[in-house]
């Protein structure tokens, strides 16, 4: 028993002994997994502040267009900022309103649908840079616990074959060893648990924020319609 004691006390378990006591390859694998969660960290902060924002901007920018200011002198205002989310849906809109009755547009239906797919456009693109990296967040959650047991998988390995050059099955031979292994997987459960429970979070918000720019769009649609007739048909009847 004293025999067994004192072989445990001679080796050390601290996190940090036991990753310089792994092998080349279970240390590779930490360190990956490792930088997957500083990655997958970066990406949380990145999503939480831009998502803050975003919601800001669409909430000044309704503000704003249901205040009763005219479309054009919104227009003006917004035609030369960056643009993003609901401001940049409006403007590209407009744009095409803008271009569509310069070039002298008979058609109601055409420039209804010029204007609809000029939106649709906008709105993909927003869309995406909302979802952008949200897969990198779905991969590391997905796939880091299997690379963490990949880098068990080979600890083991290597323990069993230090405990059958030394012909010792003493706890004190096994334990560090198995400890070295599973390290792996709790560095692999370590990034992959945050980044599952954030990628949920933030497709639900991308979700919610894509909802609302579909809504909106369908909103201004309808305005651009009602104005199109209001403008073209007494130039028909004219004709």
Request: net charge neutral.
């Amino acid at each position: 028993m004293e025999q067994v004691a004192l072989e445990a006390a001679t080796h050390d378990v601290s996190l940090w002994a036991l990753f310089m006591q792994a092998g080349l390859i279970v240390k590779l694998v930490m360190l990956g997994l490792i930088g997957a969660s500083v990655w997958t960290w970066a990406i949380v902060i990145d999503k939480y502040l831009s998502f803050a924002r975003a919601r800001r901007q669409f909430d000044q920018f309704e503000q704003i267009f249901w205040s009763g200011q005219s479309l054009e002198e919104l227009y003006r205002t917004l035609s030369d900022r960056q643009n993003g989310g609901l401001s940049a849906i409006f403007v590209s809109a407009m744009r095409e309103w803008k271009k569509s009755f310069e070039r002298g547009a008979r058609s109601p239906i055409g420039l209804q649908m010029r204007i609809d797919r000029a939106m649709d456009v906008t709105l993909a693109r927003e869309s995406e840079h909302l979802e952008a990296r949200l897969g990198s967040l779905a991969t590391i959650g997905s796939a880091g616990p299997f690379v963490g047991l990949f880098g068990t998988v080979v600890g083991i390995m290597t323990s069993f074959q230090a405990i059958a050059g030394s012909k010792s099955t003493n706890l004190a031979v096994v334990a560090p060893g198995i400890a070295e292994a599973l390290l792996a997987t709790a560095i692999g459960l370590v990034a992959a648990i945050p980044a599952v429970i954030a990628y949920n979070k933030f497709s639900a918000d991308a979700g919610k924020l894509s909802a609302r720019m579909e809504g909106f769009a369908d909103e201004f649609s309808a305005i651009l319609s009602r104005q199109i007739d209001e403008k073209l048909q007494p130039r028909a009847a004219a004709q």
